[in-house]
C-alpha cells in the first residue's frame, strides 16, 4: 500500500446510525487532516493532528468526532448525522513544518445521509 | 479573513489551444500558494507550492505564476487527459495557524480531442 487509503469508499447511513471513516497514510507524514468537500462549495477543513495531538478544531458540529490513535491512523466517528452532511470527506496527510502545505489526499469516503 | 476567488469557473478547449486559469487571492501575509488537481472520484493531487511575487514553477504543459494578488496556471497545447479540476489554495504567513489552507472553488477544466 501507498500514499494515503480511506475506506470506505461510498457509505450510507440514517440519521440515527453511528458509523466510522478510517484512513491510513503510508507516505511518514507527521501531519493528518480531515476535509469536507461538498458540491459547488471550496474544501473546507475540519480537524487537523500533528504529532498525533488535535492542533486544529474548524467549529465542526459535535456529531462528528475525529481519533488519531498513531501518526499513521485517522477516524471520523459519525452519530446522528443531518441530510446537509452528506458530501465527500476526504482525508490528507502532510510533513510538519514548512511543506504542511503540500496535501496528499486520500480518494476520499462518498458519504450520503438518509 | 483569507479569500480565493477563481476564474473562470468552467473552461472548454480544444486539444493544443493553450490557455489561463486566474485565482485571485487576499490574505494576511502569503505563506505559500498551492495548485492542485482533481479527478473526478478522486482526491486532490498536489502540483505546485509558489511564496513569493514572480516565482514559477513548471510541469509538463503546466506552469504556475504569482504576483501579489493573483496566481496564474498556464496550460501549454492541452491533451484531453489534462481535464480535471483545478483547485487553488493559500496558506497565511500569520493568524495562527500553520496548518489551514484556504481553498477556492476551482475551475473545471474540459479538453476536446
Known amino acids: 500500500e501507498t500514499g494515503v487509503t480511506q475506506t470506505p469508499r461510498h457509505l450510507v447511513m440514517g440519521m440515527t446510525n453511528k458509523k466510522s471513516l478510517k484512513c491510513e497514510q503510508h507516505?511518514?507524514?507527521?501531519?493528518m487532516y480531515w476535509y469536507k468537500q461538498s458540491a459547488k462549495k471550496p474544501l473546507e477543513l475540519m480537524f487537523v493532528?500533528?504529532?498525533?495531538?488535535?492542533?486544529e478544531n474548524n467549529s465542526v458540529p459535535s456529531r462528528f468526532s475525529p481519533e488519531c490513535p498513531n501518526s499513521s491512523h485517522l477516524f471520523l466517528h459519525l452519530h446522528t448525522l443531518q441530510p446537509e452532511d452528506s458530501a465527500l470527506y476526504l482525508c490528507?496527510?502532510?510533513?510538519?513544518?514548512?511543506?504542511?502545505?503540500?496535501?496528499?489526499f486520500g480518494e476520499g469516503s462518498r458519504l450520503t445521509v438518509l | 479573513e483569507d479569500q480565493v476567488t477563481q476564474s473562470p469557473e468552467a473552461l472548454r478547449l480544444q486539444e493544443g489551444e493553450s490557455s489561463s486559469l486566474n485565482c485571485s487571492y487576499t490574505?494576511?501575509?502569503?505563506?505559500?500558494l498551492f495548485w492542485y488537481r482533481q479527478d473526478p472520484g478522486k482526491g486532490p493531487e498536489f502540483l505546485f507550492t509558489?511564496?513569493?511575487a514572480g516565482e514559477e514553477k513548471e510541469k509538463e504543459r503546466l506552469k504556475a505564476t504569482l504576483t501579489k494578488k493573483e496566481s496564474f496556471l498556464h496550460i501549454t497545447a492541452p491533451k484531453p487527459e489534462d481535464s480535471a479540476t483545478y483547485l487553488c489554495?493559500?496558506?497565511?504567513?500569520?493568524?495562527?495557524?500553520?496548518?489551514?489552507?484556504?481553498f477556492g472553488k476551482g475551475t473545471l477544466l474540459t479538453v476536446n480531442p
Open positions: 490528507a496527510s502532510s510533513q510538519e513544518g514548512g511543506r504542511s502545505g503540500e496535501l496528499f
Open positions: 507516505l511518514g507524514h507527521n501531519a
Open positions: 490574505v494576511s501575509g502569503l505563506r505559500g
Open positions: 493532528y500533528s504529532l498525533e495531538e488535535r492542533v
Open positions: 489554495a493559500v496558506q497565511a504567513l500569520s493568524g495562527g495557524s500553520n496548518y489551514k489552507l484556504t
Open positions: 509558489l511564496y513569493s
